[in-house]
T-cell receptor
């Protein structure tokens, strides 16, 4: 069974640009969550999608948005990038009804 | 949100030693997992354990949901056990602790 696939693995962007990250969950999983990890703030929840609907949202500005497609693949978009957005972005896949979540390898975003 | 506290923050062990990592959480949860973050950043799932006890090789975990804590036991530690261990608690949204950084020296 294939794991959670995140693309790209690494990304360098300039302040003010926007970026889109992708996450393909484990086959059959309908829940996809996104997390941001920084040295200062640790691991923080961004949002969760289940069956194409945003079910939960963390305390991030509106520049951070996401969506989920009918095949459960999810994308996360960050607009007007700031230096502080430099982080490891992790995606988690789950059935959405318990039994835990599996994380992808992450996308490391650097904003210069 | 749920507060998750992990202790100790740092741990240095001689190879072969045993250790216990603790995770306290502030509210009842439907989901609790222990992860090991590898050097490339991926969170490797160790246990899904909202309650009870589980064992997997040299690792075992116990969650006492009524008292809102979980323990991760590592026995006969190896250098490959080094890294950061995270406890995550919640429901459909995880709240993470700040992790325990484990270093196992030969």
């Amino acid at each position: 069974k294939a794991g959670v696939t995140q693309t790209p693995r690494y990304l360098i962007k300039t302040r003010g640009q926007q970026v889109t990250l992708s996450c393909s969950p484990i086959s059959g999983h309908r829940s996809v969550s996104w997390y941001q990890q920084t040295p200062g703030q640790g691991l923080q929840f961004l949002f969760e999608y289940f069956s194409e609907t945003q079910r939960n949202k963390g305390n991030f500005p509106g520049r951070f948005s996401g969506r989920q497609f009918s095949n459960s693949r999810s994308e996360m978009n960050v607009s007007t990038l700031e230096l502080g957005d430099s982080a490891l972005y992790l995606c988690a896949s789950g059935s959405g009804t318990g039994y835990g979540y599996t994380f992808g390898s992450g996308t490391r975003l650097t904003v210069v | 949100g749920i507060q998750v506290e992990q202790s100790p923050p740092d741990l240095i062990l001689q190879e072969g030693a045993n250790s216990t990592l603790r995770c306290n959480f502030s509210d009842s949860v439907n989901n609790l997992q222990w992860f090991h973050q590898n050097p490339w950043g991926q969170l490797i799932n160790l246990f899904y354990i909202p309650s009870g006890t589980k064992q997997n090789g040299r690792l075992s975990a116990t969650t006492v949901a009524t008292e809102r804590y979980s323990l991760l036991y590592i026995s006969s530690s190896q250098t490959t056990d080094s890294g950061v261990y995270f406890c995550a608690a919640g429901g459909n949204q995880f709240y993470f602790g700040t992790g325990t950084s484990l270093t196992v020296i030969p």
